[in-house]
């Protein structure tokens, strides 16, 4: 049996659905594309090569048949292909319990926040101020409450920490205040064992953590080409441990690679397939994915613009074209360049959650993030909550069935008009449509006399809530 007809018998068991299954699918870029891209991808990697800075990981790309030259490695197309068939198809994540949380190739749509923005807008002041590592605790605190939220991150880096300490400190406090699988980021590859080494210790061994993993590593290569010693090293250990790894770039269109998106994503693409290889040399069926964080610039300011529909577009893209090549990845999507939460930033969240929740990958993550990325949000992770609750419920698309065709009820209430309280109506009608938390539908005579305030209001009463009760 090969490792990816394993990695399918591994993800073919499904755990019982509360959200719709996800049946619309979004596809920006079709196979003949996506072998376009492999393509040029192919010809970047072999003619114009990566500048690997690791002496293990030349090595290894030099015996598997690349060519050297000085730091800069050759990728050949059959060391590419060969690698590429390997890479398991899924990956499938725990919560500290042992129970089974999601895969990456779930049928629903499956979302998480960001990590280590520069600042926090503080839901009890509305300060805008360097994250604190009290700030993660309420991070995590606020996830393990969030429905929608299915895997965890700190949305902040703990500048009261030095350095050293706090990628390890930021993930104990995460795992102390959820049980979700979380994602992290570490500076090198002796701080990331140790925050594997933690999960270890919580789940009964480093041989369970491999079995079930409760977390993801996340590594990148520096663009443009680029594979720095600690990027290799850290794909090469999660490969050697078994434990899953996402290797992607940040990208910038017109800076660090082209500016069309397409020529954005081939580089990007690149660049992911030059980690993800090291990670199959090193450990065959080693667990791997990837993405495209391809970050567009408003050249008029020479700003990120992650609000803008560019940048989920990218990531659409790049996940379709890795489907087609068979490798797990995720999409950004849920923030916003707005600094405040407020239209802008709905309207940004919103439509880039709806194009994700459609999309042929099913983790989204970025969700509660402002000002281009800066700024992590509890409150706007609670609306993000809110929004990506829609936008699974958009996704799921329409059920088509004998029961849902519904026949025999047109025949029976039809003649009297009893579809209200006919039985078929009185057995989903808390099912059947989507109801907010915090969205109002409500006449406009009860509006005006209501005295739920405003929706920024009623998110920072249920932030607030959440943080008092957990």
Known sequence: MTVRSR????????????????????????????????KGVVEVL?????????????AMLVAAGCREDADRIYYTEDVIRRALETVPRAIRFYNQNGDFAF?????????????????????????YRPCVLSDISDHGRVQEALTHIDIAAALGYPSDMNAEEEALASARALLDTTKKPIFFTGHDEHGVRKIWKEMGRRVGGMGNLADKPIGLDLVGPVSPLKLGGETCQRLIMAARLNLPVVC????????????????????????????????????????????????????????MAIGSPEYTLAGLGAADVFRHLGIPSWVGSGCTDAHDI??????????????????????????GVLSSGRTGSMEMLVACDEMAAMASAFGGGIIVNKDTIATEVIARASEDNSFLTDPHTLERYETEMWIPSLFQREGIENWQISDTGDLRARLKEKTLAILDTV
């Open 7 to 38: 990695s399918r018998r591994r993800t073919a068991t499904r755990a019982a659905a509360v959200r719709p299954p996800r049946r619309n699918a979004l596809e920006t870029i079709n196979a003949a594309g996506a072998e376009e891209i492999f």
């Open 46 to 58: 072999n003619t114009v090569g990566m500048l690997v800075e690791d002496v293990e990981s030349r």
């Open 103 to 127: 895969a990456t190739d779930d049928e629903i749509a499956r979302f998480g926040t960001a990590v280590n923005c520069v600042q926090v807008l503080d839901a009890r002041t509305d300060e």
């Open 248 to 303: 992607y770039p940040a990208i910038f269109p017109g800076m660090a690679c082209p500016l069309t998106l397409a020529g954005a994503i081939t580089q990007a693409t690149a660049e992911s397939i030059a980690g993800i290889v090291i990670s199959q040399l090193a450990a065959p069926g080693a667990p791997v994915m990837s993405g495209s964080s391809v970050m567009p610039m408003d050249m008029r300011r020479a700003d």
């Open 342 to 367: 407020g239209p802008q930033a709905f309207a940004e969240a919103s439509a880039t959650l709806h194009g994700t929740s459609v999309a042929r990958t099913a983790l989204t993550h970025n969700l």
